[in-house]
Nanobody, 121 residues
């Protein structure tokens, strides 16, 4: 069983930066970040391999967001720069059950409770 707890969300102006974290308990493999805006489906944001040597991003955040992890702390981070109002959403941390690199919700077994990120224009 893996438990995930996100933190670091908040309100930021457009163009600003924010780093959100996800502390995990239990053994983790591939980790990912997803987001869900009101009235929309949950969507993939980024994923990172267990060795922190392979990442994947949705196109709209490439060059602005960076996912990383510290396995010694069992924590995953999402550094978000040049934030836009359309990045406003609840951001969820997710843990896959194996070492594959996935962008689909269904490949992730465990989920955090989410942290709100609001970008004002």
């Amino acid at each position: 069983q893996v438990q995930l707890v996100e933190s670091g969300g908040g309100l930021v102006q457009a163009g600003g930066s924010l780093r959100i974290s996800c502390a995990a308990s239990g053994r983790t493999f591939t980790m990912g970040w997803f987001r869900q805006a009101p009235g929309k489906e949950r969507e993939f944001v980024a994923t990172v391999s267990w060795r922190n040597d392979n990442t994947m991003y949705r196109d709209s955040v490439k060059g602005r967001f960076t996912i990383s992890r510290d396995n010694a702390k069992n924590t995953v981070y999402l550094q978000m720069n040049s934030l836009k109002p359309e990045d406003t959403a609840v951001y969820y941390c997710a843990a896959a059950g194996d070492y594959g690199l996935y962008s689909l919700v269904g490949h992730y077994r465990y989920w955090g409770q989410g942290t709100q990120v609001t970008v004002s224009s």
